[in-house]
C-alpha cells in the first residue's frame, strides 16, 4: 500500500513496508492526502478515538476533510 502528500497520488509518496504496525516517517507524518491499497485493507491512525478510518482492499481515494493531513501510523491487516 502507498501513502501520498497531495491529493489523487500526487507528492511526495511512501510505500507502507509490511504488514501489521508501521509509523510514517517523519517527513509524511500528518501530511497525508491519498492512498492506494493492495490486497490487505488498512486502518490509518489519525488521532481521533473511534473515528480512524479503515481502507478496504483494492482501493486507490483521497482522504476526507476530517482525516487528511493527520496519519501518523498504518496497521496493514494481513491474513
Do not use: F
Not at 500500500?1 to 513496508?17: K, T
Not at 509524511?28 to 492506494?36: D, F, I, P, Q, Y
Request: with cysteine; net charge negative; hydrophobic share 30%.
Amino acid at each position: 500500500m502507498c501513502l501520498w502528500e497531495w491529493p489523487n497520488g500526487g507528492g511526495a509518496r511512501w510505500d507502507v513496508p509490511h504488514c501489521l504496525e508501521n509509523d510514517v516517517p517523519s517527513w509524511l507524518r500528518n501530511k497525508t492526502s491519498s492512498v492506494r491499497t493492495h490486497a490487505n485493507k488498512v486502518t490509518l491512525y489519525v488521532g481521533l478515538p473511534g473515528d480512524d478510518p479503515v481502507i478496504g482492499q483494492w482501493t486507490s481515494t483521497n482522504l476526507s476533510p476530517q482525516h487528511e493531513d493527520r496519519t501518523y501510523k498504518v496497521w496493514v491487516w494481513c491474513d
